[in-house]
């Protein structure tokens, strides 16, 4: 570690020398604790006695080599404040902790494991041409070995041979696993973290995370991490008032408590810049993460997320350095931002004013969407454009379409419950929405779950109701979902000019009586076209077209539990002089390619 960049926010390895680093001689801990009196380390390795640890450096971190210390020792810091009392820590750069309740950091070697995805690694790039469909998931509570119990879950190895399967059959090249960091409370999902360099115990060992992200690449499968670098858990033995001092935090009493309860991490002192940076390059490195979905990154753009208290400059200029730097270190690291607000040109490099990211999650679009499908048909014409909108502002950010976790909690109701109708109805609406959210510009994302067409909320204490696919309603929503994957990915008019204006063509978009829209999606190699009628009654529809035409996917087909029986000749589309004629059922969309 540089201590040099290490106080000027500038060291991106500082878990290199900081934590507990074991050898054949033993294992040495480090700690920055620039304000306590006195620390000590407590462990297995001395029977839970003190071992005091010395001033190293410029007095203001401290260190001891114990030669009997060990991998898979457990330890803690007792650290000695200004005040005189001690209070027992776990290790901020530890790099394993024990199962909660449990909190104490746990020794790990983190030089054994020997990769086997080299040809992935080389491989990598950032997709911006290419097809990124991801299934985003909470690693507990997919499938569990055991729904009765709390912790019935598998270890992250024994997760690998049933989630590969699973994500190649139904057409998702990318998982993004919520926080793998560790965290107390199972219902904070690992969004209020107290390690942030330690994968959470509650699904194995490190090298246990490491196999599972090994096999995902040799599978062809990219795996994302969603990482929080905004706050921190207020429990008393991590981060918070860390030695007797605010060292992570605010003093500032309107400024220390997130919206969320937690500790908003202080982004105007260097060494938290040096700490949260080397977390993001820890994952990397150490774990191959192929990207970080950094969450709720407006409570970083503006004061506790709150645009009326104006920007705050010193964690812009965080990310804009971090970012523009991992890229140097990790040229093809995908890195992606889940901001809310309208802060502009997330995506454009940082030499170009904007903030290095390479994607954002497009909330916008996901708001107008799911309160336009609540809306009743009757009265979508009145909000008509705000499917249209969209298209308005696509090109300012490369975007990522979500419908992730957040859609799916709180009295929210799930994706498919969300849809104005009777219970068939909402399974038809949520077949167009899927269909029109796939042939928009854009990456996509979806949560567990929504495949399925889930209808309870989700519950990090349970696994996902996967005994509805018993039911012919669920069973054919869910190949249809299948079948639209697949089209995503094997089709390039659906990704290659993603964010390259040629992609796009409204064909449709002020049929607002219908409510019918209608566009092209282009690439080098295709054309395809797609027309979605959300009003209540079928339409004849018609638009020009000098090509044969050729139906991908209907929505309101038989098969998918539609009404439309298309071996009718009726139901086929009308190709004459230069046109093309179709009649779409209402709530209901189609995607045709022309050739």
């Not at 299934?135 to 070995?145: A, D, F, L, N, T």
Request: aromatic share 16%.
């Amino acid at each position: 570690m540089d201590f040099y960049y290490f106080y000027a926010g500038k060291e991106f390895e500082a878990y290199s020398w900081l934590g507990a680093h074991p050898d054949h001689h033993g294992t040495t801990f480090r700690t920055y604790a620039p304000n306590a009196r006195n620390i000590y380390v407590t462990g297995d390795f001395n029977n839970w006695q003190k071992t005091p640890m010395n001033r190293v450096y410029d007095g203001k971190f401290f260190e001891v080599r114990i030669a009997n210390a060990r991998p898979m020792d457990l330890y803690k810091f007792q650290i000695e404040q200004p005040d005189g009392r001690i209070v027992d820590h776990c290790d901020p750069y530890g790099f394993s902790a024990e199962l909660r309740p449990g909190w104490a950091s746990r020794i790990i070697d983190l030089t054994k494991y020997h990769w086997h995805d080299d040809k992935w690694m080389r491989n990598a790039t950032t997709h911006k041409d290419k097809p990124m469909n991801i299934y985003e998931m909470h690693m507990g509570s997919w499938k569990k070995k055991d729904d009765t119990k709390e912790d019935g879950w598998y270890r992250y190895d024994e997760l690998a041979p049933r989630l590969i399967p699973y994500l190649k059959e139904n057409g998702y090249n990318y998982v993004e696993f919520m926080p793998l960091n560790e965290y107390p409370s199972d219902q904070s999902w690992g969004y209020q973290a107290t390690g942030f360099y330690a994968p959470t115990s509650r699904y194995g060992t490190p090298d246990q995370l490491r196999t599972l992200i090994d096999t995902l690449h040799q599978n062809g499968i990219g795996v994302f991490l969603d990482i929080v670098l905004v706050h921190f858990a207020v429990n008393d033995y991590a981060l918070a008032n860390y030695d007797g001092t605010p060292l992570y935090e605010y003093p500032y009493s309107d400024m220390t408590k997130s919206q969320w309860g937690s500790n908003n991490f202080m982004l105007s002192r260097p060494e938290v810049c040096s700490f949260l940076q080397s977390a993001c390059d820890f994952w990397i490195s150490q774990y191959h993460f192929d990207g970080l979905r950094m969450d709720a990154v407006g409570n970083l753009l503006y004061w506790q997320g709150d645009v009326s208290r104006g920007e705050n400059k010193a964690a812009i200029d965080f990310l804009k350095e971090m970012n523009q730097e991992l890229r140097v270190r990790h040229p093809a690291i995908i890195l992606m931002a889940e901001d809310s607000t309208t802060y502009s040109h997330d995506t454009d490099p940082v030499n170009k004013g904007g903030l290095g990211f390479d994607y954002k999650w497009d909330m916008g679009w996901m708001n107008d969407t799911l309160k336009y499908f609540a809306t009743d048909p009757a009265y979508r014409r009145d909000i008509y454009h705000k499917l249209t909108f969209r298209q308005s502002y696509a090109g300012s950010d490369h975007f990522i379409l979500p419908l992730s976790h957040d859609e799916v909690v709180h009295g929210k109701a799930t994706i498919v419950n969300k849809m104005c109708d009777l219970y068939e109805g909402k399974f038809d609406q949520a077949r167009a929405l899927y269909l029109y959210m796939y042939t928009l510009p854009g990456k996509k994302l979806s949560f567990m779950g929504n495949e399925i067409g889930q209808l309870r909320e989700w519950d990090e204490k349970r696994q996902q109701d996967w005994d509805m696919l018993k039911y012919p309603i669920h069973d054919a929503f869910h190949r249809y979902m299948m079948k639209l994957n697949h089209i995503y990915l094997e089709n390039s008019a659906l990704w290659e000019w993603d964010y390259d204006n040629r992609g796009f063509q409204w064909i449709d978009a002020d049929k607002v009586n219908e409510c019918i829209y209608a566009y092209r999606r282009m690439s080098s190699k295709q054309t395809i076209v797609f027309v979605m009628n959300c009003g209540a009654l079928a339409n004849r529809y018609t638009w020009r077209t000098g090509a044969k035409i050729k139906l991908l996917l209907a929505s309101d087909e038989e098969c998918w539990h539609g009404h439309t029986d298309f071996s009718r000749k009726e139901n086929a589309p009308l190709v004459a002089n230069g046109t093309c004629t179709i009649t779409i059922p209402g709530k209901s969309a189609r995607i045709y390619l022309e050739y």
